[in-house]
T-cell receptor, first 110, second 113 residues
Framework: EAAVTQSPRSKVAVTGGKVTLSCHQT?????MYWYRQDTGHGLRLIHY???????EKGDIPDGYKASRPSQENFSLILELASLSQTAVYFC?????????FGSGTRLLVI | GDSVTQTEGQVALSEEDFLTIHCNYS??????LFWYVQYPGEGPQLLFR?????EKGSSRGFEATYDKGTTSFHLRKASVQESDSAVYYC????????????FGKGTSLTVIP
């Protein structure tokens, strides 16, 4: 079954540390996305990619990097984690008519 | 640029009430429109989509009609249940848009038994 799988499901990180969130899709979609979700803010787009080895900035890219080494994999990297980056992160893959989310990664920065 | 506007941020209803969540869009092309639902602790999942003017999408008692004239795709349900409590997102996919997919800010629905 086609799916978007995120890992880890939850993580506790220390301030200033490096965090990598991973996403793998089996949908064969060209587009992949990273969102963060905070209470009261809905989904906010961080980075996206429409082809391997290329990433684009979304609406709130500051403090985040992204990597798309293959069509199936898309990572979100926090080089220096900060308290304000505590949130739930969702990965998604999509086309014009189909869009699938992962189950989310709950990140707590302490 | 492309965008989706949901008017209501939070809605509280009693069971069996009628639900309307308003969604208006702006797009350069002829987009496909979507409603997604997100239950607590889960990722958003597709409720239904519509891709042409006057097309009605529906699922689980929810429905919305694509209206190109008013650029709207309002979500409606005749009689809500407590299990419908969730966050609802309107979205569009525009082949002419760079990001390809755009979401509204979401509407949190609470149904009181």
């Amino acid at each position: 079954e086609a799916a978007v799988t995120q890992s880890p499901r939850s993580k506790v990180a220390v301030t200033g540390g490096k965090v990598t969130l991973s996403c793998h899709q089996t949908n064969n979609h060209d587009y992949m996305y990273w969102y963060r979700q905070d209470t009261g803010h809905g989904l906010r787009l961080i980075h996206y990619s429409y082809v391997a080895d290329s990433t684009e900035k979304g609406d709130i890219p500051d403090g985040y990097k992204a990597s798309r080494p293959s069509q199936e994999n898309f990572s979100l990297i926090l080089e220096l984690a900060s308290l304000s980056q505590t949130a739930v992160y969702f990965c998604a893959s999509g086309t014009n008519s189909d869009y699938t989310f992962g189950s989310g990664t709950r990140l707590l920065v302490i | 640029g492309d965008s989706v506007t949901q008017t209501e941020g939070q809605v509280a209803l009693s069971e069996e009430d009628f639900l309307t969540i308003h969604c208006n869009y702006s797009a350069s092309g002829y987009p496909t429109l979507f409603w997604y639902v997100q239950y607590p602790g889960e990722g958003p999942q597709l409720l239904f989509r519509a891709s042409r003017d006057k097309e009605k999408g529906s699922s689980r008692g929810f429905e919305a009609t694509y209206d190109k004239g008013t650029t709207s795709f309002h979500l409606r349900k005749a009689s809500v249940q407590e299990s419908d409590s969730a966050v609802y997102y309107c979205a569009l996919s525009d082949p002419g848009g760079y990001q390809n997919f755009y979401f509204g800010k979401g509407t949190s629905l609470t149904v009181i038994p």
